[in-house]
């Protein structure tokens, strides 16, 4: 159990933080007693709207930089603000660990980067091929910020951030032998955030946003090693749906986002 403990050891120390979006182990449940302990990578990168959002952001940072910030464009940045450290860009590192309880149901307890989350999942077994369809919920005390936004931050500060991430999932998959495992999957996920705007800076004062988003989307993913140990990496694709209201203005979340995942899981 040697490696157990160094994987256990090994939340990577990142300062940013991604949404929990990825899955990251393979599609078959696992029997009763069987155990898995993976410390998975993640990337979050968001296109289309949600990449304009940044963009746009950027440039009425310069605008309250010369002084010349309208009322309108203060409430403009302080939503883009909102949007980015809810759907923006992130990165980050997690520990997975899964349990197998018997009876096709196993559960999966993930920690790190400001999320605690807890799953249940059921499974259906065919001559080689599984199944399994599962539920998480988690809690998510931080947001998507990176170091390239602290002009942002400057200028709009969020916090006290919290956010319940309610998941529900679907996976298929093949397992080749003991070097290799396949799947593909489904997730729908509801977002559910408070947090604190603080716009003093440029003349808005502070307000409180409480509301959600949604998340669906696909992944696929692979395994490759041999017995015990194996390299993981998956690709999920979600649409992000949902919009926000601060200081009278509201600005939406809506989006494509790319996470790729990648990391080391044990199997015992």
């Not at 931050?153 to 956010?163: G, H, K």
């Not at 395994?223 to 694709?237: I, K, N, P, T, W």
């Amino acid at each position: 159990m040697r490696t157990a403990a160094a994987l256990l050891a090994c939340v990577a120390s990142v300062s940013g933080c991604a949404v929990n979006l990825s899955e990251a182990r393979p599609a078959r449940v696992l029997r009763g007693g069987e155990l898995q302990i993976s410390e998975i990578n993640n990337v979050v990168a968001p296109l289309g709207a949600l990449d304009d959002t940044i963009t746009s952001a950027e440039a009425l940072v310069q605008a309250a930089r010369d002084k010349s910030l309208t009322q309108a464009q203060a409430r403009d940045l302080a939503g883009r603000a909102v949007a980015i450290a809810l759907a923006g860009p992130g990165y980050g590192a997690h520990i997975d660990v899964t349990l197998g309880l018997g009876y096709r149901i196993d559960t999966n307890f993930r920690f790190g980067n400001g999320i605690y989350a807890l799953s249940l999942r059921r499974g259906v077994d065919w001559d080689r091929w599984h199944a399994g369809f599962g539920l998480r919920a988690g809690y998510n005390t931080g947001t998507s910020v990176i170091p390239y936004l602290n002009d942002l931050n400057s200028y709009v500060e969020i916090a006290d951030t919290t956010r319940w991430d309610l998941q529900a999932f679907a996976q298929l998959g093949r397992e080749f032998r003991e070097w290799g495992r396949l799947w593909l999957g489904v997730k729908a996920m509801r977002s559910l955030f408070t947090l604190t705007v603080d716009a003093s800076e440029i003349g808005l004062g502070r307000d409180v946003i409480d509301d959600g988003m949604d998340y669906f989307g696909g992944h696929i993913g692979f395994a490759v090693g041999y017995r015990y140990v194996y390299f993981v990496g998956e690709l999920s694709v979600l649409r992000a749906s949902g919009s926000i209201a601060a200081f009278g203005a509201e600005r939406s979340l809506e989006g494509t986002t790319v996470a790729p995942s990648w990391g080391i899981l044990g199997h015992w």
